[in-house]
Nanobody, 130 residues
Framework: QVPLVESGGGSVQTGGSLGLSCVAS????????MGWFRQALGKEREAVAT????????TYADSVKARFTISQDSAKNTVYLQMTNLKPEDTGMYYCARKDDANAGYCRHRAFDPSAFTTWGQGTQVTVSS
């Protein structure tokens, strides 16, 4: 069973919106950190947003604050990323990731460190045209 499966990517024009979903297998959705990362062609992977599944506490990269929202539906083992006012620089492969058995402090302090996350999805492409 695949631990994380992303969906919802696509192509939009500048200013458009997209919603991404990440479904975790039932045994993979435990109290810990769930995050969205992205990687543009030729660039390093960077954090977008992270949520602590225990309390729903969220952390955002400065570049997406007020435009992106991370949320969860624990009953569906799903984490979402709602993206609005998209810009060409938001283009990239978006990955869902998780770290099991982490507390809120760990999620907050390691939110922007890809190496802190142990399980990754296959990614979904987001393309924003000008």
């Amino acid at each position: 069973q695949v631990p994380l499966v992303e969906s919802g990517g696509g192509s939009v024009q500048t200013g458009g919106s997209l919603g991404l979903s990440c479904v975790a297998s039932r045994d993979a959705y435990s109290s810990g950190c769930m995050g969205w990362f992205r990687q543009a062609l030729g660039k390093e992977r960077e954090a977008v947003a992270t949520i602590y599944t225990g309390s729903g506490s969220q952390t955002y990269a400065d570049s997406v604050k007020a435009r992106f929202t991370i949320s969860q539906d624990s009953a569906k083992n799903t984490v979402y990323l709602q993206m609005t006012n998209l810009k060409p620089e938001d283009t990239g492969m978006y990955y869902c990731a998780r770290k099991d058995d982490a507390n809120a402090g760990y999620c907050r302090h390691r939110a922007f460190d890809p190496s802190a996350f142990t399980t990754w999805g296959q990614g979904t492409q987001v393309t924003v045209s000008s």
